[in-house]
Nanobody, 125 residues
């Protein structure tokens, strides 16, 4: 069973940057796409970004495109989310997740089978 552990969250001012990390316990991680999702208080969990197994293919929600960058280091079993130009509306708990399927980048929650515990990101105005 894959375990995912996020880190790197915190409090930052609007316009600032944070880099989230997600470490996987299992080497099978490197064979699957990975995704980042977020959930703000009172809102549903939403897709943020996804990356293919090789790191070449990526997909972003329109709300973060151009500001966030997803990457991965399979040698370290780790996926990252670099967040720049942060806005107060980016405040949420951020989760990383492993895709159920290979070969395609999916954006729905049900497409992911293993999830981390989440890390809080708070952006002050």
């Amino acid at each position: 069973q894959v375990q995912l552990v996020e880190s790197g969250g915190g409090l930052v001012q609007a316009g600032g940057s944070l880099k989230l990390s997600c470490a996987a316990s299992d080497r099978t991680f490197s064979s699957y796409p990975m995704g980042w999702f977020r959930q703000a208080p009172g809102k549903e969990r939403e897709f943020v970004a996804a990356i293919g197994w090789s790191g070449i293919s990526t997909n972003y929600a329109s709300s973060v495109k151009g500001r966030f960058t997803i990457s991965r280091d399979n040698a370290k079993n780790t996926v990252y989310l670099q967040m720049n130009s942060l806005k107060p509306e980016d405040t949420a708990v951020y989760y990383c997740a492993k895709s159920r399927r290979t070969g395609v980048l999916l954006t729905t929650i049900l497409a992911y089978d293993y999830w981390g515990q989440g890390t809080q990101v708070t952006v002050s105005s």
